[in-house]
C-alpha cells in the first residue's frame, strides 16, 4: 500500500495486484492524492495535471464504487480549482456522453453514476467559472433520470444539489425544471431517493425564491405526500426543507419581480395554519378532501402527523429562540388548538387523541424545554399558565350551565381536556427543569401557577386530573419546600370534599404524586404526615360503602394512598405496617364459601367496586414488596400470604363474573388480573406454590387465548432481545431525539402507546429512563407483559412433568389458530418461553429432560421463521438461552446443524435472516465458541449470504451475526481474520450507500475484526500493516458515507483502533470529523462523537484541544453551527453548550466526563482560559434577581453597600458566548471551579504565594497563577452562592469554602501582617447572609454554617468589628436552635433540622476550639515574649486582642452552646448503642432527633460529633470540672442521658444532682464516646475526627479530676490504652500516633498521681508507725508480678514497644538474629518518626514512678533494653554536631530514670543496682563493638549516657573498680580525640563529674584525668588554636582546671595554681604581636587575661611567688596588663554580658 502514495498512479505497482486488490489500491491512492492535492506547489500540479487527468478520467470507465467514485470527482474539482482549468470542458463533456450512452447494462451502471457525480464536484468546486455550460449539463442530467433506475435517481439528486450549490444565483434558469425533477423523487419508492430530494431542495430554497412564495402551498403538499409511508431518515430531511422553506417565507425580505403586482407576505398565522392542516388532515389536500374525510371515516396516517410534528421543531429552531420569545403566546395557542375541539377528527379515538397529544408535547418539549434559557421559560410558563385558565372557565361555565343546552357543551368539557393534558404536562416538564429557579414564578400571585393547577384537580376528565396530579409531582421536585405544603392542601381538600366523586379522585391522585416526589426531595418530608395519609386512607376505604355514588371513588383513592405511602420507604412504613396488613386482610374473603356467596349476590355495579378494591389492594401489597424490601421479615411475609388463595381462586372465576355481568367489568377484570400477576412476579415463588397450577392455567388462557387482536410485539420483545441484534431492525427501535413522537409508529395503527390514563398508580412510581411523564399501555397490553413476567419466574419453579404438559399446551394453541391470530399467540408463547429461560439461567436450573427440550425447541423453530423480523430476533435470543440452559456441546451441535441444513436449501429472506442470526448467538452465553470445525462452517456460510447483493436483509443478517461471532471465537478467529477483513472492505467498496442496513453491519463487523485484533495492531510486520492499513480503508470509507449511524460505526471503530495503535490514527482528520458532528441530529452519532473524545482526551488532551481550534481557523467549507463557537471558546467551551442544550442523560454525563478529563490535564496550563470559560457560564447567575435579593439595609456604613455592585458591574451587554446557561451547567461550572483549585494545589506552592506568583510572572510573562485570579474565584463563588438554584447555591457555598480554606494563609505583600483575602471580607459576608434568611433550605444554611465557622477560624480577619458582620450570622441561628426541636419548621422531614441544629452546633465548636487554640499558643508567646526585649510591644498587642476577642465573642454564648453540645453528644451516645439496646431509648427521641427519624438523623450526627466533642472536652477544661448550672437538674435541654441513668424511669431519678454526680456523668460521657469510636473507627473514618478525638482526650486529663478519675480506675485505664494501641496499630498517620501517644503519657501521668496521693495519705494516716510495715502501693504489690489485660504498666510497655519497633526494626530481639536486620548500619529516622520514638521514650521513663519497687524491678530490665537499644541505634555522628532528636529524648529519658527513688528504695535497691550495672556495661560495649564501626557511633551522646549513669545513679553503681576502670578508659581517648567538638563536650562532662559531691565517685577521674588534660594544655603553648572550636576546646580545658583548684583541698591547690598560671601566661600577646594576631589568639589572650585577673586576686600568695621567681612571665603580664588597660575594661563589660559561647550548646543538651 506503501506504493500507492505518490502524486501520480503507480501503474506498474497497479497491474500486478488481483482484480479486488486494485480496487483497494485505487481507493487507496484516491486518499492519498485527497491529502497531497490542497498541499503541493502549483507548478508541480500543473507538471503533472495532464496525466493525472488522464488517470483519473480513465477511472470513470473502470465501473468504480460509490466510495471510489466520490473520490475521484472530488480529486478531479480539487485537481481543476488549483491546477489549469482550460481542459475542464472535455472533462465535462466526456462525464455528459458517458451519462447520455445508451447501454444499460447493470455492469455499465457504475460508470454511469461515476460520471454524474463527478459534475457534481466539478460545478460544485469551480460553480460559475464554468460559464454558461451548466444549462446543458442539467438537461443532460434530468434527461437521463427519467429513465434511470433508484440508484441513478438518488445520485443524480445529490449531484443537482451540488450544482446548485456550486453555482448559486447563476443557476436560476435551471431552477424550475429542477423542483420539477426533485418534487417527483421526493415520493419515491425508494427512501434513499426521496432523501437525497430533500437534500436537493434544501439546496434549492436558498436562491429559488418561488419555492417560498408562489409555490409555497404546493411545496408543503409534497412534503406532506412525501410523509406517507416514509422512513425515519426520510421524516427527518423532508421535515428540515418544510420547516426551513416556512421559516424563510415568513422572514425573507425580498419578492421577485415578476410576481411582486400580486403577491403578499405571508403571516405567521397563515404559516401555521399551513402545517396544521397537514397534523390533521394529511396529505389529501386542502380542497380535494376525499369522501372518506367528509364521511368522518378516514384518519390521518401517522407517518405525516410524526413528519409535520418535526417540522413544526425545524421552523421554530430555524427562526430561533428570540423570535419564540417574541411570539410564544401565537404559537402556544395554535399548538394546543391542534387537539383542542375545533378539530375533532384527530381526536375522535382515544387512540388518535394519545397520539396527537404525544406530538403536542412533543413540539412544546423541543421548542419551550429546547431553544429557551431559563428567564424565557420562565415567561413561557406564565403563558401556560393562562392558557389553562381560559380552559378552566370554559369548564366552568359549561359545568355550572344548568339549562338544557348543557349536553353540547358537555362535548366542550370534554374536548378541552386533551389542550389541558398537554399544557399540564408542559408546564410540568418546564418547571422541573427550571429545579429551584422556579421559585419566583410560583411566588408571583399574578400568575397563580399552583391555584391553576389545583383548580383543575377537579376536571370531570380523568386524564386531565391524572396530568394536574403529574404536574403538581413536577413542581414538588423542582421546589422541595412546596411539598408539604401541597400535601396538606391537597389532604385537607379530599377531607372536605369527601362526598364529590371528582375530588375524591382529583385530590388522592395529587396526593399520591405527591408522594411519589418524596424520594427526589433529599429533604423529605414531616414524619407525621405519613399517619395522617394512612388515616384519611382507612377512612376513604371504610366509608365507601356508605355511599353509592362516591363508593368506587373512594375504594380507588384509599388503595392508591396507601400505595403511594409504601414509596416513602421502611422508615415510615414499619409504623403503619400492622393497619396496613389488617386492610389487606379484610379485603378478601376468608374462605372459598364465602367467595361463593359473594357469586350469588352483588350486580355488575359491587362487582365492579369490589374488583377495583382488590386490584388496588394487590397493588398496594406490589408497592409494599418492592419499596420495603427491608421490612419484609419472615412474620410478615406469613401474615401477607393469607389472603393470596383466596385472591387466585376470584382470579380463576373472572371469566365466570364476566360472563353472568356482561361487558361493564371487562376492564376491571383484566386490571385485576395485571395486577394480580404483578404482585405474584415479585413475592417468593416458595410463598403460594399452592397455588401454581391455577395460576399457570389462567397464566397460558392469557397468553394463548388473549382478549385484544393487537400485535403487541414492539414493546413485548425489545427487552427480550440483546442490545446489539436491536440495531438490525432500523432507526425505530434506537434511541433518538425523537423517539417520543416515532414510538407510535412502531406500535403499528392498533395502538397509540401508554398514557397515564391507563394505569393511575404510575403516577407514584418512578418514571422509566428518559421518560418524561410515565406511559403505562392499555391494560389489555400491560396484562399480556405481566403474564410473560410471571410465566417466565413460575416455569422455572414447576415440576418437570408440569412443565411438558404446558409446553405442549401451548404448541397445540399456535396450531390450532390461524393467520394474524397465530401470530399474536406465537409472540406471546415466545416472549413468555424466552422470560422463563432467562430466569432458568440466572438461578441455574435445569431445562428438564429431552421431551422438554424437544417441545422448547419447535416452539423457538417455528418463531425463527416468522415474517415480523422482531420475533425473528427474540427467537435467535431464546435459542442463545435455551443452548445456555441446556448447556450441552451436543445439544449446542445440533442446533448449529439444524440452521446449517436450513441455510443450504432455504432461498426466502425470512429463513435465511433468521438462521443466520441464530448462528451468531447461540454461543453468546456459552463463553464463546469452542470448535474450529464449527467455526469454519459458520464463517464459510455467512460469507456466502453476506454477498447475496439480491437481498440486502440477507446481507445485513449474516454480516451482523459475522460480527458476534468473530467476537464470541477470540483467538480461534485468527486464521479468518484476513479473508474476513477483504470480504468487508469490498462489500464497503461495492455495496450502493442507500443500503445502510448493510454498511452498519459491516461497520459492527470491522470494530470486531478490530477488537479480535487488538493491541497485535501495533506491531510492524508487513502482515499486521497490511491489516492495519485495511482497517484505516474501511473507516475512511464508512466515514464518507451519507449514513450517520454508519458514521457512528466509524467513529467507534476508530476509537478502538486508537486504543490500540494510537501513533497510526491521524488525530487531527479524526478530531476534525469529531467537531464537524458534535452537533448532528442523529442521537446515536452524537453519543459516538463524545464517547470518542472521552476516550482520546484521556490520553492527548492538549492535541485534541488544539487540533479543533485549528481546524476551525482553517475554516474548510462545510461547517456546522458547532464549530463557530470552536473558535471563540475552544472545544471546552463547544462542549460546554453543548451539555448546556443536550437532553440525553448518558450523553450529557459523557460529556463531563470529558471535561473533567481536559481539566484535569490542561488546567493548570490553561487557567486563565478555564477560569474564564467557567466563570463565563456563571456570569448569568449574576443577573437582576441576584441583586435584589442581597439585603443591603443592614446597618453598614454607606460604603459596605458596595457588597452587591462590586459584583454586577461586569455583566455589561457585549458579545456572550453562553446564552443563558441551564441551572444544572451553572452546578457544573462550579464544581470545575474546585477541580481546578484541587489541580493548582498539586501544580506546586506558587499558585498560593503571591509573592512567588508575581516574581515568576515577571521573568515570564506566559506564567498563570491561580492566586492571581483570587478576585474572580471569589466573584464566581459569590455568583454561585446568591443564585435562585439551591444546587447552584450549595456548590458556590463550597467553592467558597475551599477559596477561604486554600487561600486563608497567603499573606498580602504590600501590607506586611495582614493576609491577601482580608480585602474580600464584604463579598464573604455578602455571600453567606442569603443563606441565614428564614425561608433558605437547612442544607444550604447547614453548608453555609460550615463556611461561616472556616473564615472566622481562618483568621483572615483581625478586626473584631469586621468578624461581628459574620459571627452575627452565627449567633442568629443559634437563637433558631435553641428553640428546641418542637418550633422547627413543617416544610421538611424533622431529620433536615437535626442537620441543621448539628452544623449550627459544629460551627460554633470549629470557632471556640480555634479561639482556645489561639488562646494558648498566645500565652506561651507571651510567656516567651516576656523574656525577649519589648521591642515589637505593639505587634505582639495587636495579635493578642484578635484571640482574646475571638474568644470573647464565644464566650457569650458559651453558657447555651455548652448544654446544647452535651445534649448533642447524649444524643450521639444513644445513638450509637448497638441494635439490641433499641427497647431502652428514649420513645420520644433525643434532644435533636425524633424516634421515628433516627436513621436519617445519624449520618449527621456521624459527621458532626467529633468537633463538638473536643469543644465540650476544651470547655469542661476550662472550667476544670467545676461549673454545675443551679438549674441543671431541671432544664430540659440538657437532660444527662448516660448509660447509668438509661435505663431508669425519669420520676426515680432524683430531681437534683450532686456536682460530682454531673461532672461524672459528663466525664463518662465524653470518654465512652471516644472509647466507642476509637475502638472499632470505620476504614472510612475521617482522619480530622480520629484527631479531634484524641485532642479532646488529651484536653480532659489536662485537667486533675478527670486525671484522679482515671488514674483511680486501673481497668479504665487499660482499656483506654488498649484502644490507643490498636488505634496505633492501624493507622499509619504520625500525627494520630502522636496524638495517642500524648494521651498515654496523660494517663500514666493520672496514676503516677493517684499512686502518689495514695502514698502520701498512707503516710500521713499512718503517722509514727514503723515504715517498713507501709503497705506497698503501685503495681506488682509485693511479688512483681504484672498481669497482662489488667495492667496498666504492661499496657503501656506494649504501645511503647509497638512504637519503638515500628520506628526501629532492629529493636526486636526476633529481628536481630535475622538475617534481614544487618546490625550496625544504622538508619535516619525521618523528623516524624523521631517525634513518635522521642514521645515513647518520654513514656517509658515515667512507667516506674506508678510500680511498686518489686514492680520497678520486673520492667526495668525491657525499660533500659529499649532506653539503650534507641541510643546505640541512633546515636549517629551528623554534619553539624547537633544532637539527633531521639539522642536527646533517650539520654534525658536515661537520666529520669537513674534518678527514680525506686533506684534507692530499699526493697528495690540492690536489684536496681545490679540491672544498672548490667545496663552500663552494654553502653561500654557499644563502644568496643567493631573497630571500624567507631567513625559512625557518635561517642559523644556514649559518653554523657556514661556521665548520666555516674551523675545520676547511686554512687555503688559506678564505683565497682572494674567499671570505673573502664569509664576512665573512655574518657581517656575521647580526651585524645581529633575533632575539637568531641573534645569540648569531654571537657564539659568531665567538668560536671569533678563536682560530684560524692568524693568516692569523683577523685578516681580527678587521679586519673587531670594530668593528662594539664599536659594537653601545656602543648597549647607551641599550637596556638586555629579557629574558634579549637578556641573553645583550651577555654573549656582552662575553665575545668580552674573548677577543680576551687575544689581541691588547702595542700594541693598551690600546686595547681602553679600548674595553670604559667599556660594562662603562655597565651598572653605583646603589643606589637597583638595587631598581628588571628582572631581566635586574640580572643586567647583576651581569656587568659580575665582569668589570671580574677586567679591573681584569688590565690595572690601562690602567684606573688610564681611571679617572683620567674620574671619572663611577670614582665609579660604586666605588659599586656598596662598595653591593654583600655580596652580591656570595654572587653569585661561586655564578657560579662555575655559569657563564652558554650553556653549555648549546654542549654540544648543539659541534661545533667
Not at 368506587?552 to 383513592?557: D, E, H, K, V
Not at 417520543?740 to 398508580?761: R, V
Not at 422470560?835 to 423457538?860: D, I
Request: aromatic share 6%; net charge neutral.
Amino acid at each position: 500500500m506503501e506504493l500507492a502514495h505518490s502524486l501520480l498512479l503507480n501503474e506498474e505497482a497497479y497491474n500486478q495486484l488481483g482484480e479486488f486488490q486494485k480496487a483497494e489500491f485505487i481507493f487507496e491512492w484516491l486518499q492519498f492524492l485527497e491529502r497531497l492535492l490542497p498541499v503541493t506547489s502549483r507548478a508541480d500540479i500543473r507538471e503533472n495535471q495532464k496525466k493525472l487527468v488522464e488517470q483519473l478520467t480513465s477511472l470513470l470507465n473502470n465501473s468504480p464504487g460509490p466510495p471510489t467514485r466520490r473520490l475521484v470527482a472530488k480529486n478531479l474539482a480539487v485537481l481543476y480549482s488549483t491546477g489549469e482549468t482550460f481542459s475542464v470542458f472535455q472533462t465535462i463533456d466526456k462525464c455528459n456522453e458517458l451519462i447520455r450512452s445508451k447501454d444499460d447494462s447493470p455492469s455499465y451502471l457504475p460508470t454511469k453514476l461515476a460520471a454524474v457525480v463527478c459534475l457534481g464536484y466539478l460545478y460544485k468546486k469551480l460553480g460559475r467559472i464554468l460559464g454558461n455550460s451548466f444549462t446543458d449539463t442539467v438537461g443532460n442530467v434530468l434527461k437521463a433520470m427519467k429513465n434511470a433506475e433508484s440508484q441513478g435517481r438518488y445520485e443524480i439528486m445529490l449531484s443537482l444539489q451540488n450544482i446548485l450549490n456550486g453555482l448559486g444565483a447563476a443557476a436560476i434558469p435551471c431552477h424550475r425544471d429542477i423542483y420539477k425533477a426533485a418534487r417527483s423523487c421526493l415520493t419515491d419508492r425508494s427512501m434513499a431517493v426521496r432523501c437525497a430530494a430533500a437534500k436537493c431542495l434544501l439546496e434549492l430554497q436558498n436562491e429559488a425564491v418561488f419555492m417560498w412564495t408562489t409555490d409555497l402551498d404546493s411545496v408543503v403538499t409534497l412534503c406532506f405526500k412525501s410523509f406517507e409511508g416514509s422512513n425515519y431518515d426520510v421524516r427527518l430531511a423532508v421535515s428540515k426543507v418544510l420547516g426551513t422553506v416556512l421559516a424563510k417565507a415568513l422572514t425573507s425580505k425580498q419578492t421577485p419581480a415578476s410576481t411582486r403586482h400580486n403577491f403578499r407576505r405571508i403571516t405567521l398565522e397563515e404559516v401555521l395554519e399551513l402545517l396544521g392542516t397537514g397534523f390533521l388532515r394529511g396529505s389529501s389536500g386542502f380542497l380535494r378532501a376525499s369522501g372518506d374525510m367528509l364521511k368522518g371515516t378516514s384518519s390521518v396516517s401517522r407517518d405525516v402527523r410524526v413528519g409535520v410534528t418535526q417540522a413544526y421543531v425545524v421552523f421554530v429552531s430555524t427562526l430561533g429562540a428570540k423570535w419564540l420569545e417574541r411570539n410564544f403566546s401565537t404559537f402556544l395557542s395554535h399548538i394546543l388548538d391542534l387537539v383542542s375541539q375545533s378539530h375533532p377528527k384527530a381526536i375522535q379515538s382515544q387512540m388518535d387523541a394519545i397520539g396527537c397529544r404525544r406530538c403536542v408535547s412533543f413540539i412544546l418539549r423541543a421548542t419551550v424545554g429546547g431553544l429557551l434559557g431559563e428567564k424565557a421559560q420562565i415567561a413561557a410558563a406564565k403563558e401556560i399558565c393562562q392558557a389553562i385558565w381560559k380552559l378552566k372557565k370554559v369548564v366552568d361555565a359549561a359545568m355550572g350551565d344548568t339549562n338544557l343546552e348543557t349536553r353540547t357543551s358537555a362535548t366542550d368539557v370534554t374536548a378541552s381536556q386533551h389542550v389541558l393534558v398537554c399544557a399540564l404536562q408542559e408546564l410540568g416538564s418546564l418547571i422541573r427543569g427550571l429545579g429551584t429557579t422556579a421559585a419566583p414564578l410560583l411566588q408571583d400571585s399574578s400568575t397563580g401557577v399552583l391555584e391553576a393547577v389545583i383548580s383543575v384537580i377537579l376536571h370531570p376528565s380523568i386524564p386531565v386530573r391524572l396530568t394536574a396530579a403529574w404536574c403538581l409531582r413536577c413542581i414538588a421536585v423542582a421546589l422541595p419546600s412546596c411539598v408539604s405544603l401541597l400535601l396538606d392542601r391537597c389532604i385537607e381538600r379530599l377531607n372536605t370534599l369527601k362526598s364529590s366523586p371528582e375530588a375524591v379522585t382529583g385530590y388522592s391522585f395529587a396526593v399520591a404524586a405527591l408522594l411519589g416526589a418524596v424520594k427526589h426531595c433529599p429533604l423529605g418530608i414531616p414524619h407525621g404526615k405519613g399517619k395522617v395519609i394512612m388515616t384519611l386512607a382507612e377512612d376513604l376505604l371504610c366509608s365507601a360503602s356508605q355511599n353509592s355514588r362516591v363508593s368506587l371513588q373512594r375504594t380507588q383513592a384509599g388503595w392508591l394512598l396507601v400505595a403511594a405511602l409504601m414509596t416513602l420507604g421502611p422508615a415510615v412504613v414499619q409504623h403503619h405496617l400492622p393497619r396496613m396488613l389488617l386492610l389487606w386482610k379484610c379485603i378478601f374473603p376468608s374462605s372459598p364459601k364465602d367467595l361463593e356467596t359473594e357469586k350469588t349476590r352483588g350486580d355488575s355495579f359491587t362487582w365492579q367496586v369490589t374488583l377495583e378494591g382488590r386490584a388496588g389492594a394487590l397493588c398496594a401489597i406490589k408497592s409494599f414488596v418492592s419499596h420495603c424490601a427491608g421490612l419484609l421479615t419472615d412474620e410478615v411475609v406469613q401474615r401477607l400470604l393469607p389472603p393470596l388463595p383466596s385472591a387466585v381462586n376470584l382470579l380463576t372465576q373472572l371469566s365466570s363474573i364476566s360472563k353472568s355481568y356482561g361487558n361493564s367489568l371487562k376492564t376491571s377484570s383484566t386490571v385485576y388480573r395485571q395486577k394480580l400477576y404483578e404482585l405474584l412476579a415479585v413475592l417468593p415463588p416458595k410463598t403460594y406454590e399452592g397455588s401454581f397450577s391455577a395460576v399457570l392455567k389462567e397464566l397460558v388462557a392469557d397468553l394463548t387465548v388473549p382478549d385484544s387482536q393487537i400485535d403487541a410485539s414492539t414493546f413485548l420483545l425489545p427487552p427480550l432481545c440483546h442490545e446489539n441484534d436491536l440495531l438490525l431492525l432500523g432507526p425505530l427501535l434506537q434511541e433518538t431525539d425523537h423517539r417520543f413522537i416515532e414510538e407510535q409508529l412502531l406500535l403499528g395503527n392498533s395502538t397509540a402507546g401508554g398514557s397515564l390514563e391507563y394505569d393511575p398508580h404510575s403516577i407514584y412510581e418512578k418514571a422509566a429512563k428518559g421518560d418524561s411523564v410515565p406511559k403505562p399501555l392499555p391494560p389489555v397490553l400491560s396484562v399480556i407483559s405481566a403474564a410473560t413476567r410471571l410465566f417466565g419466574v413460575m416455569f422455572s419453579h414447576v415440576a418437570e412433568s408440569h412443565r411438558l404438559q404446558v409446553l405442549e399446551q401451548l404448541l397445540n394453541s399456535i396450531k390450532q389458530t390461524k393467520g394474524s391470530r397465530q401470530q399474536i399467540v406465537q409472540l406471546n408463547v415466545v416472549s413468555a418461553l424466552s422470560t422463563s429461560l432467562k430466569h432458568l439461567a440466572n438461578c441455574r436450573g435445569s431445562l428438564g429432560p429431552e421431551e422438554v427440550r424437544r417441545s422448547a425447541l419447535t416452539l423457538v423453530m417455528g418463531a425463527l421463521e416468522s415474517n415480523n423480523p422482531l420475533l425473528r430476533c427474540a427467537a435467535a435470543e431464546c435459542l442463545a438461552r435455551l443452548a445456555q440452559v441446556v448447556s450441552d456441546s451436543a445439544f449446542t451441535a445440533g442446533l448449529a446443524q439444524v440452521s446449517f441444513d436450513k441455510l443450504k436449501s432455504a432461498r426466502d429472506m425470512v429463513s435465511r435472516t433468521g438462521h443466520s442470526l441464530a448462528l451468531g448467538c447461540l454461543y453468546r452465553y456459552l463463553g464463546g465458541i469452542g470448535s474450529t470445525q464449527h467455526l469454519n462452517a459458520c464463517v464459510g456460510i455467512l460469507y456466502t449470504l453476506s454477498q447475496d447483493s439480491t437481498s440486502p436483509d440477507v446481507q445485513a443478517w449474516a454480516l451482523h451475526s459475522l460480527s458476534l461471532i468473530v467476537d464470541l471465537a477470540g483467538p480461534l478467529y485468527h486464521v479468518h481474520v484476513e479473508p474476513t477483513l477483504s470480504l468487508v472492505l469490498m462489500l464497503l467498496l461495492t455495496v450502493p450507500p442507500a443500503y445502510a442496513e448493510v454498511h452498519q453491519s459491516l461497520g459492527r463487523c470491522l470494530n470486531a475484526l478490530i477488537t479480535t485484533l487488538g493491541p497485535e495492531l501495533q506491531g510492524s510486520s508487513t502482515t499486521v500493516s497490511a491489516l492495519r492499513t485495511s482497517c484505516l480503508l474501511g473507516c475512511a470509507v464508512m466515514q464518507d458515507n451519507p449514513d450517520c449511524l454508519v458514521q457512528a460505526e466509524a467513529i467507534s471503530c476508530l476509537q478502538q483502533l486508537h486504543m490500540f495503535a494510537p501513533r497510526h490514527v491521524n488525530l487531527s482528520s479524526l478530531v476534525s470529523c469529531l467537531c464537524m458532528n458534535l452537533c448532528s441530529s442523529y442521537l446515536l452519532l452524537r453519543r459516538s462523537v463524545v464517547s470518542c473524545l472521552r476516550q482520546l482526551v484521556q490520553r492527548e488532551a492538549a492535541e485534541v484541544s488544539e487540533y479543533a481550534v485549528a481546524l476551525v481557523k482553517e475554516s474548510r467549507e462545510d461547517f456546522t453551527p458547532a464549530d463557530v463557537n470552536i473558535r471563540e471558546i475552544g472545544l471546552e467551551g463547544a462542549l460546554l453548550s453543548l451539555l448546556d442544550n443536550e437532553l440525553d442523560q448518558r450523553l450529557c454525563q459523557d460529556i463531563k466526563e470529558t471535561l473533567t478529563h481536559m481539566l484535569t490535564s490542561m488546567a493548570v496550563e490553561k487557567l486563565s482560559f478555564w477560569l474564564k470559560l467557567c466563570k463565563d457560564v456563571l456570569a448569568t447567575s449574576a443577573d437582576f434577581n441576584t441583586v435584589a435579593s442581597l439585603d443591603t439595609t443592614q446597618e453598614e456604613e454607606t460604603a459596605k453597600v458596595d457588597d452587591a455592585s462590586v459584583l454586577t458591574s461586569d455583566s455589561d451587554e457585549r458579545f456572550h458566548p453562553f446564552r443563558n446557561p441551564r441551572w444544572s451547567t451553572r452546578v457544573f461550572a462550579a464544581e470545575c471551579v474546585c477541580k481546578i483549585i484541587s489541580q493548582c494545589e498539586n501544580a506546586g506552592s506558587a499558585h498560593f504565594d503571591i509573592t512567588l506568583a508575581q516574581e515568576r510572572k515577571q521573568r515570564d510573562s506566559r506564567g498563570d497563577f491561580l492566586v492571581l485570579h483570587l478576585a474572580d474565584l471569589i466573584r464566581m463563588a459569590f455568583m454561585a452562592a446568591t443564585d435562585h438554584s439551591d444546587q447552584l447555591r450549595l456548590s458556590g457555598l463550597q467553592t467558597l469554602l475551599i477559596v477561604v480554606r486554600k487561600f486563608a494563609a497567603v499573606p498580602e505583600p504590600e501590607f506586611p501582617g495582614h493576609v491577601i483575602l482580608e480585602q474580600y471580607q464584604a463579598n464573604v459576608g455578602a455571600a453567606l447572609r442569603p443563606a441565614f434568611a428564614p425561608e433558605t433550605p437547612p442544607d444550604v444554611t447547614a453548608k453555609a454554617c460550615q463556611v461561616c465557622s472556616a473564615w472566622i477560624a481562618s483568621g483572615v480577619v483581625s478586626d473584631l468589628n469586621d468578624l461581628r458582620r459574620v459571627h452575627q450570622l452565627l449567633v442568629s441561628s443559634l437563637v433558631k436552635v435553641q428553640a428546641g426541636k418542637e418550633a422547627q419548621s413543617q416544610q421538611y422531614n424533622e431529620s433536615t433540622s437535626t442537620m441543621e441544629i448539628l452544623a449550627v452546633l459544629k460551627a460554633w465548636a470549629e470557632v471556640y476550639i480555634v479561639a482556645v487554640e489561639k488562646q494558648k499558643n498566645q500565652s506561651d508567646a507571651q510567656n516567651h515574649h516576656l523574656n525577649i526585649a519589648n521591642s515589637a510591644e505593639e505587634g505582639y498587642r495587636d495579635v493578642t486582642s484578635s484571640a482574646t476577642g475571638l474568644l470573647d465573642l464565644v464566650q457569650a454564648d458559651l453558657g447555651t452552646l455548652s448544654k446544647l453540645w452535651l445534649a448533642a453528644l447524649q444524643d450521639f451516645a444513644l445513638l450509637t448503642l448497638p441494635s439490641e439496646y433499641t427497647l431502652q431509648l428514649p420513645a420520644e427521641g433525643g434532644t435533636f432527633y425524633t424516634a421515628e427519624t433516627i436513621e436519617n438523623a445519624r449520618p449527621h450526627y456521624y459527621n458532626s460529633w467529633a468537633l463538638i466533642l473536643y469543644a465540650t472536652a476544651l470547655w469542661l477544661t476550662s472550667t476544670g470540672f467545676v461549673v454545675v448550672d443551679p438549674d441543671e437538674g431541671v432544664t430540659n435541654l440538657s437532660r444527662p442521658v448516660t448509660p447509668t441513668t438509661m435505663c431508669q424511669d425519669s420520676s426515680t431519678r432524683p430531681l437534683v444532682k450532686s456536682p460530682e454526680d454531673v461532672n461524672t456523668d459528663r466525664f463518662h460521657l465524653l470518654l465512652g464516646i471516644s472509647v466507642e469510636f476509637l475502638c472499632s473507627p470505620r476504614s472510612d473514618a475521617a482522619m480530622e475526627n480520629i484527631i479531634a478525638c484524641l485532642r479532646a482526650l488529651q484536653a480532659l486529663f489536662d485537667v486533675p479530676w478527670p486525671r484522679s478519675k482515671i488514674g483511680g480506675d486501673q481497668e479504665l485505664g487499660v482499656e483506654l490504652l488498649n484502644v490507643l494501641h490498636r488505634l496505633i496499630l492501624t493507622r499509619e498517620s504520625p500525627e494520630i500516633q502522636l496524638a495517642a501517644l500524648e494521651v498515654v503519657r496523660l494517663i500514666l501521668f493520672a496514676a503516677q498521681e493517684h499512686v502518689k496521693e495514695k502514698r502520701r495519705s498512707a503516710e500521713v494516716d499512718d503517722g509514727a508507725a514503723e515504715k517498713e510495715t507501709l503497705p506497698e502501693f503501685g503495681e506488682g504489690k509485693d511479688t512483681g508480678g504484672l498481669v497482662p489485660g489488667k495492667s496498666l504498666v504492661f499496657a503501656t510497655l506494649e504501645l511503647c514497644v509497638c512504637i519503638l519497633v515500628r520506628q526501629l526494626p532492629q529493636l526486636n530481639p526476633k529481628l536481630t538474629c535475622s538475617p534481614a536486620v544487618q546490625s550496625g548500619k544504622h538508619l535516619l529516622l525521618s523528623e516524624d518518626g523521631s517525634r513518635l520514638v522521642a514521645a515513647a521514650l518520654v513514656i517509658l521513663s515515667d512507667v516506674p514512678a506508678i510500680c511498686s519497687p518489686e514492680g520497678s524491678v520486673s520492667v526495668l530490665p525491657t525499660i533500659l533494653y529499649l532506653m539503650i537499644g534507641v541510643l546505640k541505634e541512633t546515636a549517629v555522628k551528623v554534619q553539624d554536631g547537633q544532637l539527633p532528636l531521639t539522642v536527646a529524648a533517650s539520654l534525658q529519658a536515661l537520666k529520669g530514670l537513674l534518678s527514680s527513688p525506686m533506684a534507692r528504695a530499699e526493697k528495690s535497691r540492690s536489684a536496681w543496682t545490679d540491672l544498672l550495672r548490667s545496663a552500663l556495661i552494654t553502653v561500654l560495649d557499644c563502644w568496643d563493638q567493631v573497630d571500624g564501626l567507631l567513625q559512625e557511633l557518635d561517642e559523644v551522646s556514649l559518653l554523657t549516657a556514661i556521665t548520666l549513669f555516674i551523675m545520676s545513679a547511686s554512687p555503688e553503681v559506678t564505683t565497682l573498680e572494674c567499671l570505673q576502670k573502664r569509664c576512665i578508659e573512655k574518657f581517656k581517648i575521647t580526651l585524645a580525640s581529633k575533632d575539637p567538638l568531641v573534645q569540648c563536650k569531654c571537657y564539659q562532662l568531665l567538668h560536671s563529674i569533678f563536682q560530684h559531691p560524692n568524693t568516692t565517685v569523683s577523685y578516681p577521674y580527678i587521679h586519673s584525668l587531670v594530668p593528662s588534660i594539664v599536659g594537653k594544655l601545656q602543648e597549647t603553648e607551641k599550637a596556638k588554636p586555629e579557629n574558634a572550636a579549637e578556641l573553645q576546646v583550651i577555654q573549656e580545658g582552662i575553665k575545668l582546671v580552674t573548677a577543680l583548684i576551687a575544689m581541691a583541698e588547702e595542700e594541693h591547690r598551690a600546686h595547681l595554681v602553679a600548674c595553670l598560671l604559667p599556660i594562662l601566661i603562655s597565651f598572653l600577646l605583646d603589643e606589637n604581636a597583638l595587631v598581628s594576631a588571628t582572631n581566635s589568639e586574640k580572643n586567647l589572650h583576651e581569656f587568659a587575661l580575665q582569668n589570671l585577673m580574677q586567679i591573681g586576686p584569688q590565690y595572690s600568695a601562690v602567684f606573688k611567688k610564681l611571679m617572683a621567681s620567674s620574671p619572663t612571665m611577670k614582665a609579660r603580664l604586666e605588659s599586656a596588663v598596662k598595653g591593654n588597660q583600655e580596652s580591656i575594661k570595654m572587653k569585661t563589660a561586655k564578657h560579662t554580658k555575655n559569657p563564652g559561647k558554650s553556653s549555648s550548646i549546654q542549654l540544648k543538651t543539659n541534661f545533667l
